[in-house]
Structures are given as structure tokens and as C-alpha cells.
């Protein structure tokens, strides 16, 4: 076995290879950016090597500074986490030739599948299932409208060595073709070095499944049940879920052989997953085809450990040293539901715009599983895998866990250099349904401020009916919210929770400010509040007790019985209604009454006396200036290019400028028609948010 790793990446992906490392006894060596160098995972770490500047083409990415590292250190052993050089044949080569394992596949393996027009002819080749498609390259934007015409719209855009979510288009007509083929080749540049583009057959109502492999140095490779990760925004995935609703087992089965047979068709091993894109509307098990294979570690990994009990990354390090897998295909089982949710520092209130900045307060749910609860594996006495779920929570622990992945702290900075997630969420539980209710509680305990995110979304998605049903396609989020995001919707009951807990924590407020000595006068405390949520208002008398308070809205009902905990000046307060149901909320004063953030949306709760609210009424509302004669900069980036000239009429909709925040391009475009009056920045200059780009007449 290994005596020291080097992780060759940053972030959560580097805390979470230290960690099985540290439990298998491994050391481990950290690499990092100027960035990077207070990071978690800098820390967690044994050792750790400065690389270079913060952008990643200057540090991450130069395999020779990986390598000198390496070198340094004495690592007998490199992981390329999720793969800043994970699909690089050359480093793979690099690290033999230095004598140090790679862990992850063989440097061909890499190169069959590192190229997606490659990749899919061997798939094709090795009988699996490929979507229709132009696997040649293209020359130009006109021969991409030829072909596009020829395949028959929708068709989808691919950079060759894209990824993540990168360098993809879809295109309705040739008018999206026209614009967006040169985009797709200057996103395959930029992000991978490589502009060649191919096209394919959209299918539609798709599905995006997902099966992962794992395969040792002696000729094995299994199937590890599959992934469904269709909830996706541009391409990039929000919510993954293990199993998939819609895959059954024969389906898995034939997915999966499928699977194997492109993976030894290429001499793989390691972990790696095969990407499918599914049809939704076919029911026969038969409509799943290859899209790509991802030669590494991916992201969603968790939820695969979940419903296993494997440790993927543990596998990953036996087989880079040569050990067999110790178990079979038969002894692969797949136990409860899990679901991962990626927290982003973006803002869904705002059209998903990037979010940079300092993390002022970050505080993850507590974890019930912080350490991945995997199956025990006793090889030194030569047991056979072990099929029962982990006892070590106790009989809670199989009601559900918690597990929390991320590489940040509080105080620490989300960089406009790298990828903008901040942490992964992780439940498992018996059902599909549990895990999803663990999803929603536990987002309403996380507490993270400083820069926008989308816990707020991630908790509407798990509350949406539709991902409740598990009718779900790649075109989820497009369709449930066409006109952008604003908030998850608030039935009667939760309003009326709502306006219980405001009073509640108004009365504790006021009961705080009783006692406070030296007042002109003496307060009286009055039980009697008026509560307005929006157009709602409430008239509400509370009663105490020893064990809570009692929320009474109309004689003709019965009270809310709520105990809390809470007391001023903290941010986070649970609540206990009716002896049952247990209700978080982030809190926040404000001049009326209380911010509440709950179950996927900021909740302004205006809480008052009953003769401050008749007075209220006659309060004159702030209106906010009108900005619409500016072009705004919607998030710091860059300004790459300005499609007008002063003097010129526009028309709605017609692009403006192009700003490139977290490697990805963002055309502005007009929201009326009108005639530009002044440009204030130039293409190059650094933006940001709410800086004026363009200002009409």
C-alpha cells in the first residue's frame, strides 16, 4: 500500500481523499494556488506545496509543478481528485515514467475516452447504444448550419473535450446555430485547449443517467447501479439522486452490461462513470444512449457510496496498487435513496448570476454521517463483503444521515478563479420521499452569508411536486420556472407557521428589552400582535405556559403550540409546533419585524403592536430609482466584448456586450429598444456587479 498521496486538486474534493487516507493510514501532500493558501483542504493536509498564481492555467494545471511536488515530498502516489489533470493522457504517462502511481485509469484508457467524437465511435464499436449525430469535424459556421439541417433540429453543440457542463449549446434553428457555434469553439479553447465542436441529435424529454464502474488491474469491472442527474441549469448538474425513479432493474441491468463492455473494450480500470442520455416517453427500457465517459472521480460520487456502502475513493487507491476488488458483481446491492444537492455561490433571484466574495458567515447543517458511513471490509481476515448498512449511528442512523462535503470555512473567499460551488448536501434514507424531506430540513439550517447562493432553489426543487412524482428531464428547470426564480411558493399553513414563530420571537425580543435598566419609562409587555406576510395579516393574542407559548389567530381554532430555544441575537432558531414538527428558520431582525428564511424562500414578516399597525398604514412606500436607461453589469467578470457603438438604435433584445464570469460567457442583451447614449468600459476591463456598462438616451 501507498505511504503518501498527493491530491492534485483543490477544494472538497481534496478534504475528501484526505480523509479515507488518513483512515486507511496514508499521509497526504496538499497543492495549492496563491488563492488557495489558507484553504481546508491546505490544512487538513500533512504537507502542502505552493504551485503558483491563483488562475488555474498557472498553477493547477501545470502537471510539471504536480510532479515536481510530488518529487519534493516523497508521494508515492498522485489523485487527480475530480480531474483538473484527470483526463490528461500526458500526465498519466508523466507519473509512470517518475516512477509514482496515478490513481485513476491507464493513460490509453484516458485518451479513448478524453475525446468525445473518438469516444463515442469505440462505443459504438463495442455495441452500446450512440445518439445520432456528426462525429467528423467541423470547418466552419456554415458547414455547422449543413449539418445541423441534416441531422434535423433540435440538435445539441459540443465542444470535443468539454465537460462540466462546458461548451455546449442547444440550438432550436439556424439562427442559434449562426450564433452560437463560434461561442461553443471559443468556450472549448478557453476551458480545455481545444475548439473542435460536434453535433448531435437533441432528444427530447431526455433524461440524464448515469452509471458508475469501478475495475481493478486484474480484468474486473462492475456496475454500480446508476445516478439520475436530470435537474440541470446550462448544463451543469444541480441535484443528483441514486437510484435513478425511472430506471428498472432490467434496465439497469442492460445499462450496465453495456457500460462494462465500452470499459473493457479500452483496458479500464479504476473509477469511472458512463454518461446516458435517456428517453423519458420510452418505456421499453431500450431508449438510453452513450453521450460520454468520464474517466475520473465525479462529483455526485456520494450518493453512489450511499446506497453501496462503498468507499469509492478507498477502492480507487486498492486498485492504483495493484489489489483485487473483494467482491462481485452479485454482491453489488443497492440499499435506501440518496440525494445530493451542490450549493453554488449564485443567485437564483437574480437569473443565477455568479456570486464572488467572502464567506462572513458559513454554517452547514450538522452532519449525522461526517465521516462517510461505509461498510466495514475486514480483508485481513479474509471475510466476505459485508451486505448489512453501517450500525454505527444506531437505529437513528437508518431512519436517515446527513453527510456535508466541502472544502471551505467561514471567513474564507468563493474566487472568481475557480468553479463556484461551495458545498455538497448530502441524505440517505429508506425512501426516495425521506431523503428529500431530509433535504428540505436540512437547507433550512444552513446558514451561509456574504454572497448569494441557492439554498433558497435547492429547497424548492426538493419541495416541487413534480421531483416529488419523479417526472423529471434535462428540461426541468427551463419549464417549472420560464420566467426566472422567486422563491418556493407558501401555502395558508405554512404562512400561518410563519406568522406564529414572528409573534414568538417578537415577545422574546420585547421581554429582553423589559429588562433592560435606566428606561425613561416603564415598559409593558403586551401579548397581542398583528402580523403581515405580504397581503396576509394576522391578528394574534398569545397565552404562555410553562412548556411554550400558545399562538392563538381566531377563537373558532385551535392555538399553535410553539417552543423554541431562540434567544436574541441568534441566527438560526427552531421551533417546536403542536409537540411534533419541527420547523427551522434563518432569522434576521429588521425595523418591522423579522426576515425568516424557511422552507425555500426569505419571508419578510412584519410583526406589530395593534396600534402601530393602524398607523402603518399610512406609512408612504420607498420607491426605488429608475436604473433602466443603464446596461448594469448583472456580476463582477470580464468584459469581453461590446456589440454597439455610441449613437446606434437597438432593438429588444439585441446583444449589448459579453461578460465572462466563472469561465463561462453571459450576453447582455437589451430589454427595449433605444438609442445608446455612452459606453463607459472597454473590452478587457474588469467588472463589477451593478457597474454601468452602456447607458441609453
Known amino acids: 500500500m501507498f505511504k503518501k498521496i498527493l491530491v492534485a486538486n483543490r477544494g472538497e474534493i481534496a478534504c475528501r481523499v484526505f480523509r479515507t487516507a488518513k483512515r486507511m493510514g496514508i499521509a497526504t501532500v496538499a497543492v495549492y494556488s496563491d488563492a488557495d493558501a489558507r484553504a481546508p483542504h491546505v490544512l487538513m493536509a500533512d504537507e502542502a506545496v505552493r504551485l503558483g498564481p491563483a488562475p488555474a492555467a498557472e498553477s ?226 431500450e431508449g438510453f444512449y452513450f453521450l460520454e465517459m468520464n474517466t475520473r472521480l465525479q462529483v455526485e460520487h456520494p450518493v453512489t457510496e450511499a446506497i453501496t456502502g462503498l468507499d469509492l475513493v478507498e477502492q480507487m487507491i486498492r486498485v492504483a496498487a495493484g489489489e483485487r476488488l473483494a467482491f462481485t458483481q452479485d454482491e453489488v446491492t443497492l440499499t435506501g435513496w440518496a440525494i445530493e444537492n451542490r450549493v453554488y455561490a449564485e443567485d437564483p433571484y437574480r437569473g443565477f448570476l455568479p456570486s464572488t466574495g467572502r464567506l462572513v458567515r458559513y454554517r452547514p447543517p450538522e452532519a449525522q454521517a461526517r465521516q462517510e458511513p461505509f461498510r466495514a471490509r475486514k480483508r485481513s481476515e479474509g471475510l466476505p463483503f459485508e451486505q448489512a448498512l453501517p450500525q454505527a449511528g444506531g437505529e437513528q442512523e437508518q431512519k436517515g444521515y446527513i453527510r456535508v462535503d466541502d472544502g471551505v470555512a467561514e471567513g474564507g473567499e468563493v474566487s472568481m478563479f475557480y468553479d463556484p460551488m461551495i458545498a455538497k448536501l448530502i441524505t440517505w434514507a429508506p425512501t426516495r420521499e425521506e431523503a428529500a424531506d431530509l433535504q428540505v430540513a436540512a437547507l433550512d439550517r444552513f446558514e451561509l452569508e456574504g454572497l448569494g447562493n441557492n439554498i433558497d432553489f435547492l429547497s424548492a426543487l426538493m419541495q416541487h411536486p413534480r421531483f416529488r412524482s419523479g417526472a423529471l428531464t434535462t428540461g426541468f428547470i427551463a419549464e417549472e420556472y420560464p420566467e426566472g426564480f422567486a422563491g418556493a411558493p407558501a401555502d395558508a399553513a405554512l404562512l400561518r407557521k410563519l406568522a406564529a414563530v414572528a409573534t414568538v420571537l417578537d415577545l422574546i425580543q420585547a421581554a429582553r428589552a423589559v429588562e433592560i435598566s435606566g428606561q425613561l419609562a416603564t415598559p409593558t409587555l403586551s401579548s397581542a400582535r398583528v402580523v403581515l406576510i405580504g397581503d396576509e395579516r394576522f391578528d394574534i393574542i398569545v397565552d404562555g405556559y410553562d412548556g411554550g407559548l400558545l399562538v392563538n389567530f381566531d377563537p373558532n381554532e385551535a392555538p399553535l403550540d410553539i417552543a423554541t430555544g431562540w434567544q436574541p441575537g441568534q441566527r438560526l432558531a427552531q421551533f417546536r409546533i403542536d409537540g411534533e414538527e419541527l420547523l427551522s428558520a434563518g432569522v434576521k431582525h429588521t425595523r418591522a419585524g423579522w426576515m425568516l428564511r424557511a422552507r425555500g424562500a426569505s419571508h419578510d414578516v412584519k410583526v406589530y403592536a395593534p396600534r402601530v399597525a393602524e398607523l402603518a398604514r399610512h406609512m408612504i412606500a420607498k420607491i426605488p430609482p429608475d436604473m433602466s436607461r443603464f446596461l448594469l453589469a448583472p456580476m463582477p467578470g470580464l468584459l469581453t466584448r461590446i456589440e454597439v457603438g455610441e449613437g446606434e438604435k437597438v432593438e429588444a433584445g439585441q446583444p449589448l456586450a459579453v461578460v465572462e464570469a466563472m469561465k463561462m460567457e453571459n450576453i447582455l442583451r437589451a430589454e427595449k429598444a433605444g438609442v445608446v447614449k455612452a459606453i463607459n468600459f472597454a473590452a478587457g476591463d474588469s467588472l463589477a456587479v451593478d457597474a454601468a456598462i452602456l447607458e441609453f438616451e
Open 60 to 285: 493547477y494545471l501545470k502537471a510539471e509543478l504536480i510532479l515536481a511536488a510530488a518529487k519534493a515530498t516523497g508521494a508515492d502516489a498522485i489523485h487527480p481528485g475530480y480531474g483538473f489533470l484527470s483526463e490528461r493522457e500526458s500526465f498519466a504517462k508523466a507519473c509512470a515514467e517518475a516512477g509514482i502511481a496515478f490513481v485513476g485509469p491507464p493513460a490509453n484508457a484516458i485518451a479513448a475516452m478524453g475525446d468525445k467524437i473518438e469516444s463515442k465511435k469505440l462505443a459504438k464499436a463495442a455495441g452500446v447504444n450512440v445518439v445520432p449525430g456528426y462525429l467528423g469535424e467541423i470547418a466552419d459556421t456554415d458547414e455547422a448550419v449543413k449539418i445541423a439541417s441534416d441531422i434535423g433540429y433540435p440538435v445539441m453543440m459540443k465542444a470535443s473535450a468539454g465537460g462540466g457542463g462546458k461548451g455546449m449549446r442547444l440550438a432550436w434553428s439556424e439562427q442559434d446555430v449562426r450564433e452560437g457555434f463560434e461561442a461553443t469553439k471559443r468556450e472549448g479553447l478557453a476551458s480545455f485547449g481545444d475548439d473542435r465542436v460536434f453535433i448531435e441529435k437533441f432528444i427530447e424529454q431526455p433524461r440524464h443517467i448515469e452509471i458508475q464502474l469501478i475495475g481493478d488491474q486484474h480484468g474486473n469491472i462492475l456496475y454500480l447501479g446508476e445516478r439520475e442527474c436530470s435537474i440541470q441549469r446550462r448544463h451543469q448538474k444541480v441535484v443528483e439522486e441514486a437510484p435513478s425513479p425511472f430506471v428498472t432493474p432490467e434496465m439497469r441491468r442492460k445499462m450496465g452490461e453495456q457500460a462494462v463492455a465500452l470499459a473493457r473494450a479500452v483496458g479500464y480500470y479504476s473509477a469511472g462513470t458512463v454518461e446516458l442520455i435517456v428517453s423519458g416517453a420510452d418505456k421499453t427500457g
